[in-house]
């Protein structure tokens, strides 16, 4: 007998991802678990490093990639999701990695590009930007928009200078990724690990508002899926608009997001709550715990922090959809892992 979380049991596994085996008492393996793949979803991976976060992730990610039907992307801050595109075991799973990506310059929206660039929209150059974002659509047509203001020279010359620094990012691009390149049936890796938090942040939310408005508008036929390592960096920036709204208006048009981090308390208190799906590896810190506690379903009667485990690879499953908490061992990713710490026995036995 499998569970199929979003479903319940002995649910047909048809378009579900194998996420591993119940773990027993004893510690021994039980049932198989999967996890629904047909229907949208939010999910929330959390966990301490080192216990398995971005290894669960990897493993979702290598189940969409082999599943009809969905188009799924990873951002990926720290740059070790592109070992999926390496030899797998079984089934291949198809891979794009995109390790220059660029987003065009409309995807933001004036208050987001003061935000971005640390400018008050009250001030001159703010000002300026913010109508020059409303009435453009690339970054030279800004730089010509504030040129052309009978504006105070030194206002011009700050907002020029401000945005020749988000020119020198080199993440906006007329041509850039929309909906349709990140629509086919293999997973895109978006490498942003060589990017600061602005540009990281820019890309996100670009990538984030093309997906749920390509699904709005349907010009796309594939269900996306956006899944985010690292997710707290995206929620202290401009990408966390468009990470709201698919976690509360996404669920219509069929847009998934799947967040990974090791610190639960500073996401927003949206992306817990909304989240039908918590996949909880070993976490300690106070404000971690708390941050789930608050937002522990009724039918939970023991706190959170009493059910988590203690060693990598396992984790707590809380399905809001059944209403039902699982204890699982995540199973083996089929691509190598890339995101384990280097050993410094390890680097001199290489000497």
């Known amino acids: 007998m499998s569970f199929v979380i979003g479903r319940g049991s002995d649910a047909e596994t048809t378009q579900a991802g194998y996420l591993g085996r119940y773990r027993a008492l004893d510690g021994s393996e039980g049932a198989e678990l999967h996890i629904d793949l047909d229907g949208p979803h939010a999910m929330l991976i959390v966990g301490k490093r080192g216990y398995g976060k971005s290894f669960t992730m990897g493993v979702v990610a290598e189940e969409l990639a082999r599943a009809p039907g969905v188009a799924p992307t990873i951002i990926d801050p720290m740059g070790v999701f592109s070992t999926l595109a390496e030899p ?9 990695v995109v390790d220059e990506p660029a987003v065009s310059a409309a995807t933001l929206d004036p208050r987001s590009w003061c935000s971005l660039l640390g400018l008050s929209p009250e001030s001159g150059a703010g000002g300026l930007v913010w109508q020059a974002a409303q009435e453009t659509r690339t970054l030279d047509e800004m730089r010509r928009h504030i040129e052309a203001t009978d504006a105070p020279d030194t206002d011009k010359r700050a907002a020029t200078n401000h945005v020749n620094l988000a020119d020198s990012w080199g993440v906006f691009d007329p041509d850039g990724l929309d909906a349709n390149d990140l629509a086919s049936t293999a997973i895109s890796v978006v490498d942003v690990s060589g990017l600061d938090a602005a540009p990281m942040n820019a890309v996100c939310r670009g990538i984030g508002e093309a997906l749920y408005r390509a699904r709005v508008d349907e010009t796309i036929d594939r269900l996306p899926w956006l899944l985010i390592d690292e997710a707290h960096t995206f929620f202290d920036g401009v990408s966390e608009s468009a990470l709201h709204t698919i976690l509360t208006r996404g669920r219509a048009p069929g847009v998934s997001l799947v967040l990974a981090t090791q610190r639960p308390s500073s996401v927003s208190d949206t992306a817990i709550s909304q989240s039908d799906v918590l996949i909880s590896h070993r976490l300690t810190a106070e404000a971690d715990l708390a941050a789930l506690d608050s937002a522990q379903p009724t039918y939970m009667n023991e706190s959170l922090d009493e059910r988590l485990p203690t060693e990598p690879g396992e984790v707590v499953v809380i399905d809001d959809a059944t209403e039902t908490i699982h204890a699982a061992q995540i199973r ?17 036995d290489l000497d």
Do not use: Y
């Open 88 to 96: 797998a075991e079984g089934e291949p799973v198809p891979v794009e």
């Open 332 to 348: 083996f990713r089929d691509t190598p892992h890339g995101g384990g710490s280097p050993s410094a026995r390890e680097m001199a």
